[in-house]
């Protein structure tokens, strides 16, 4: 059996170091504690510098790093950076890149890379060009800090690159730096996430597709192009879950080579008194929001249910979970009051002065809106809106299920809640996320962290991950089945679950309770982290191999 290698630096870039814009950006920031403790110094996150004059929350400048590296000399290739400590556990030293000088030269740099590896950008548009020229200086980096810093092709160095977006990098990496084992993961492949946002029924007919001929159709060519090119040509290909895998092999006609998981760190959920503490603050608060909204009270029995995440309205089954709400309200002997809250920020204006004005000074809301948090831009062309009509869920008192939108990224200073996701989400009973694309699903797993059982979908990696077939809400994690044409099926079945655990005795529900949170143990980093260390282990043997045959 070969002797496993063990890298001794780890660069990795990503659109999401220091830039919480999804979920990438928690699979990174929870992983760097652990790596940082293998690693220390030798550990460098790339990331893009978008915050330019402004204040970045999870970023902070020391030039003291990195000490013997002459960061100035990359003024030579057209772009400068900032060198410091991403806030998060574990601080890891993470460069920031101004790639933005590179944009004049974007045309040239796209000549180079179709020459060199045959990638397509001559139909790109939208964020393509920022994404690839983030990913170009991201290799730049690499190639500075290598041979300004005096490391030697000895040297077991892994350069990893995060999606579509720093693809380019790998491509540099490997031109200019051959000594250097690359690594791509894909978290989700463009391809299918537009098959599948576009209604098209990406499972039962993925054996058919072409992802060539889909990026035509769908008008994805550059990304596609340059998401299955890296896929090829780097050292060692990985995604996060089994079912983006079968995925990739169809789309992209490249198998990976390892499955990584997306673990996390539950450094963030509080403990004994302060997890008590914290449950019963958020629930006074959400209880608070509601009855003010609503007009009236709730019974001291009210069931607090919630979905979150991005706003992808069928991808994340946000369409489903609101078809469900509805047969909840028609199951026989649904005497519980549920209070359902759809946590996914929007087009909005801003917080509704009319509702922080009630809650500040306790005085009636005066308003038609009894549904929604925060003002929306456009109310009549909202998805979400329109289904809540399309089912007369208005909130009335005698209504058993109600529904309330929050649109608003919760950040804690949200202008009604101010409190952050996770402050809230501790406070909840249960939770569900109904996914049609899901690689992974974090939604899901952070619930299950704080001990809130949680339903979610066969068609999310993390579903898969739990159970390898449906399985009930007695379990901690609720699992159904889904396809390309069962959301009616699914939407039903989540209302079985909620009314079954509804329904539940204070024991049976602790039980149920204590399942979710031994599931979360399970996806620790402590557990997952090794994935990575074959990933980098396969991807320095397939280097050596090419470096070796490469002529002198």
Request: proline letters at 4%; hydrophobic letters at 40%.
């Amino acid at each position: 059996m070969a002797k496993k290698l063990n890298a001794e630096y780890i660069f990795e870039a990503s659109w999401e170091v220091c830039n919480m814009v999804g979920g990438i950006y928690t699979v990174l920031s929870t992983r760097a504690a652990t790596l940082t403790g293998v690693y220390k110094e030798k550990l460098i996150f790339i990331g893009p510098d978008i915050w330019a004059d402004k204040y970045n929350p999870y970023f902070e400048e020391d030039n003291s790093l990195l000490d013997g590296w002459d960061k100035f000399h990359l003024k030579a290739y057209g772009f400068t950076i900032r060198v410091g400590r991403w806030l998060v556990p574990g601080k890891p030293i993470a460069v920031l890149v101004d790639f933005y000088p590179l944009m004049e030269r974007k045309n040239e740099i796209y000549g180079q890379v179709w020459e060199q590896v045959g990638v397509n950008s001559m139909a790109a548009y939208g964020d393509y060009d920022e994404s690839s020229m983030f990913g170009y200086a991201s290799g730049i980096v690499v190639e500075s800090y290598y041979r300004y810093c005096g490391l030697k092709p000895n040297n077991l160095i892994v350069a990893h690159f995060n999606e579509w977006m720093t693809t380019f990098g790998a491509f540099y990496v490997k031109e200019h730096l051959p000594m250097v084992a690359t690594v791509f993961t894909t978290h989700a492949t463009s391809i299918g996430r537009s098959i599948a946002g576009n209604h098209k029924p990406l499972y039962d007919y993925l054996n058919e597709y072409n992802g060539d001929q889909m990026a035509y159709e769908l008008n994805m060519v550059s990304k596609h192009s340059t998401e299955k090119t890296a896929a090829h040509v780097v050292d060692c290909f990985t995604t996060v879950s089994d079912i983006t895998a079968t995925e990739c092999e169809q789309l992209l006609d490249k198998k990976p080579d390892v499955i990584t998981p997306n673990g996390f760190e539950n450094d963030f959920v509080p403990k004994g008194a302060k997890f008590i503490a914290g449950r019963k603050s958020a629930r006074k608060s959400l209880r608070r929001v509601a009855e003010t909204l609503f007009g009236y009270k709730l019974d001291d029995n009210a069931l607090y249910v919630a979905t979150a995440g991005r706003y992808e309205y069928k991808n994340k089954g946000i369409d489903t979970f609101i078809e469900s709400m509805k047969y909840l309200y028609d199951i026989d002997g649904m005497n519980r009051q549920i209070v359902a809250f759809i946590m996914v920020p929007a087009w909005i204006k801003g917080h509704r002065e009319d509702l922080a004005h009630s809650l500040s000074a306790s005085v009636p809301l005066d308003s038609f809106n009894r549904i929604t948090t925060h003002e929306l831009n456009d109310y009549y062309n909202d998805n979400v809106m329109g289904a809540l009509h399309w089912f007369h869920i208005h909130n009335q008192y005698d209504e058993k299920v109600k529904v309330i939108f929050v649109p608003s990224y919760l950040n804690g200073a949200d202008g009604i809640f101010n409190k952050t996701y996770y402050e809230l989400l501790i406070g909840m009973d249960l939770t569900v996320f109904p996914s049609y694309y899901e690689p992974w699903g974090y939604t899901p797993l952070e619930s299950v962290a704080f001990s809130v059982p949680t339903i979610t979908t066969d068609l999310s990696g993390f579903g898969r991950w739990v159970a390898d077939k449906p399985q009930g809400i007695e379990t901690g994690t609720g699992v159904i089945h889904r396809s390309d044409y069962n959301a009616y099926e699914v939407a039903r079945s989540i209302a079985g679950m909620i009314h079954r655990f509804s329904v539940m005795t204070d024991d049976e529900v602790t039980e149920v309770r204590k399942k979710a949170a031994a599931i979360a143990e399970k996806a620790l980093w402590k557990h997952f982290i090794t994935h990575y260390y074959e990933a980098y282990d396969l991807a320095l043997k397939a280097k050596d191999k090419r470096y070796k045959a490469m002529p002198v």
